[in-house]
T-cell receptor
Framework: AQSVTQLDSHVSVSEGTPVLLRCNYS??????LFWYVQHPNKGLQLLLK??????LVKGINGFEAEFKKSETSFHLTKPSAHMSDAAEYFC????????????FGTGTSLTVIP | GAVVSQHPSWVICKSGTSVKIECRSL??????MFWYRQFPKQSLMLMAT?????????EQGVEKDKFLINHASLTLSTLTVTSAHPEDSSFYIC??????????????FGPGTRLTVT
């Protein structure tokens, strides 16, 4: 069975400090992994994705994530938080060879303190 | 990137009436679209998978007679909430997928529809 765990339901950082949002997954094989951001009353926007290429993935708005197979993790980072980063973030897993199957984490709410 | 639109963005209806929500892929064809429901401060809950030209596949616990899904073309899927009740009030989000390299897919989301049933 596939599952996604976002370890923190809420993260609060000061503006200009680093952001770390954690995601662990369970999968028998290397899945595709995605991070999405959702601002209030909006749809989800793709930040970045891992699909078996480079393990360090760079996304939009300065976000990065590193796929670590040994730790089954795909944590999202950003060196310096901006006020506009305050939003809900979802880690999503799509197991290999499953076609259109996606498993969502429970989300992490990021607050940025001015 | 690919764009998915939803219409309306918000709707208020009276209890007992039906509401139709449209999901369109604007610059690509989507054989598969997904419908999600999202409660406040929660993750997305998959309601059904909409397949062009065939019946939708509903997740366990989702009433198919209440949430009618039609995927009549490669760019349009509709969700009709029939005989809506206040408990159906929620944020509904659709998505469409595009195959990428290998056998992986990428999901693109619509902006969501806020339904309020009074």
């Amino acid at each position: 069975a596939q599952s996604v765990t976002q370890l923190d339901s809420h993260v609060s950082v000061s503006e200009g400090t680093p952001v770390l949002l954690r995601c662990n997954y369970s999968s028998s094989y290397s899945p595709s992994l995605f991070w999405y951001v959702q601002h209030p009353n909006k749809g989800l926007q793709l930040l970045l994705k891992y699909t078996s290429a480079a393990t360090l993935v760079k996304g939009i708005n300065g976000f990065e994530a590193e796929f670590k197979k040994s730790e089954t993790s795909f944590h999202l980072t950003k060196p310096s938080a901006h006020m506009s980063d305050a939003a809900e973030y979802f880690c999503v897993v799509s197991p290999p060879n499953t076609g259109n199957q996606f498993y969502f984490g429970t989300g992490t709410s990021l607050t940025v303190i001015p | 990137g690919a764009v998915v639109s939803q219409h309306p963005s918000w709707v208020i209806c009276k209890s007992g009436t039906s509401v139709k929500i449209e999901c369109r892929s604007l610059d690509f064809q989507a054989t598969t679209m997904f419908w999600y429901r999202q409660f406040p401060k929660q993750s997305l809950m998959l309601m059904a998978t909409s397949n062009e030209g065939s019946k939708a596949t509903y997740e366990q616990g989702v009433e198919k007679d209440k949430f009618l899904i039609n995927h009549a073309s490669l760019t349009l899927s509709t969700l009709t909430v029939t005989s809506a009740h206040p408990e159906d009030s929620s944020f509904y989000i659709c998505s469409a997928t595009i195959p990428t390299s290998g056998r992986t897919y990428e999901q693109y989301f619509g902006p969501g529809t806020r339904l309020t049933v009074t």
